[in-house]
């Protein structure tokens, strides 16, 4: 089987388009989506719908919440808060209901794999950055590995078995990392497979990951797409320009 991991779409169908193109290429069996599938974006309804269509595990993300108004917006910047507002009235009933049913943490998945949108110990709002928070952490989930998203950012926190060090590591493009022997190991991972969406590293090309757990590796991917074409579907949308011009900065 080989999983296709996905997060923080935030209603880009145009970037989610790409990345499902791009791997079907590379195979895939299954989706398993992070949360974040709307927020910031003009296509929200239409990003739930392919996200429905194609996924077996979804997670439920902060912005998602926050569209179905079960988290405070004041603590969003204000474009951020302008966009879930505008979110908030652009959602269907049957986008609602499907958002309502997600769960933010899954345990337990293919065995080796616990699922959080932002962190296992506060899987909806807990940014993991730094190594720190990510030391903090590793205690709070069984398996061997968590895949999170959150910050948009692709990047892996290896603990070591031997001292319980913990280091960030940026993870090179279409490797394929030797998780089931890290595993055999005794090494532990938080997994970030950045965004498809909102990527914020720097990069604007959507980001994703593959894990195949035949070969029992995890391969990043990075595919450009249409950013111009999401750009003016924003300002259509009358979504606030400083959300529209970070996209071709990827920041």
Request: a negative charge.
């Amino acid at each position: 089987m080989r999983y296709l991991i996905i997060s923080d779409i935030h209603a880009n169908l145009v970037a989610l388009e790409a990345v499902l193109g791009v791997a079907e290429v590379q195979g895939f069996d299954e989706v398993w989506c992070l949360g974040d599938i709307v927020g910031y974006g003009p296509d929200p309804n239409e990003c739930v719908a392919a996200v429905r269509e194609v996924a077996s595990i979804v997670l439920a993300g902060n912005h998602d919440w926050a569209a179905l108004g079960k988290l405070d917006v004041s603590d969003f910047n204000p474009e951020a808060r302008q966009a879930v507002e505008w979110t908030q009235e652009q959602l269907s009933d049957e986008s609602r209901a499907y958002l309502e049913e997600l769960p933010p943490r899954l345990d337990q998945v293919a065995e080796l794999f616990t699922l959080a949108h932002g962190s296992p110990r506060h899987p909806i709002w807990e940014y993991i950055v730094y190594p720190s928070t990510a030391a903090e952490n590793f205690d709070h989930f069984e398996t061997p590995f968590c895949l999170v998203g959150h910050t948009h950012q692709p990047v892996l926190f290896r603990r070591d078995p031997e001292d319980g060090a913990v280091q960030a590591l940026m993870p090179a493009l279409e490797y394929p990392l030797p998780l089931r022997r890290a595993a055999e190991q005794g090494v532990r991972l938080i997994i970030n497979p950045g965004s498809v969406g909102q990527p914020r590293d720097g990069d604007p090309r959507a980001s994703f990951a593959i894990y195949d757990a035949e070969a029992g590796t995890l391969s990043y991917y990075r595919v450009a797409y249409d950013v111009a074409e999401t750009q003016a579907r924003m300002r259509a949308a009358g979504l606030p320009e400083r959300l529209v011009a970070r996209l071709e900065y990827g920041w």
